[in-house]
């Protein structure tokens, strides 16, 4: 079977562009952005918090809970949504990690 291309780049690339594929949306920049700022697990429907449908906010928290940046854990008929804070402290890593590899720039001749 033929390799991927993504395979072709080491694993911590492949990560990184995992992550940073996962945040490419707005809405899901927002609904990390409610869960940090609200400090607790949030019960009920994010959609009262952003301007989406129920539909397309379950969509963004499905991308999110994919790649493991959130944790939804089902209580009764509701779901309870947290930050996944092991998640987010690898993304910090791997974030600032990539951009130490870009600060080889801002020499002379850059």
Known sequence: ??????????RELQEASAFFKALAHPARLAILNYLAQSKICMTGDLSDE???SRTTVN???AELRGIGLIKGEISGVKVNYCLNTEKIEELDRLFRQFMENLECCKGPGC
């Open 1 to 10: 079977m033929p390799m991927a291309k993504t395979e072709l780049f080491d």
């Open 50 to 52: 952003l301007p989406l």
């Open 59 to 61: 969509q963004h928290l």
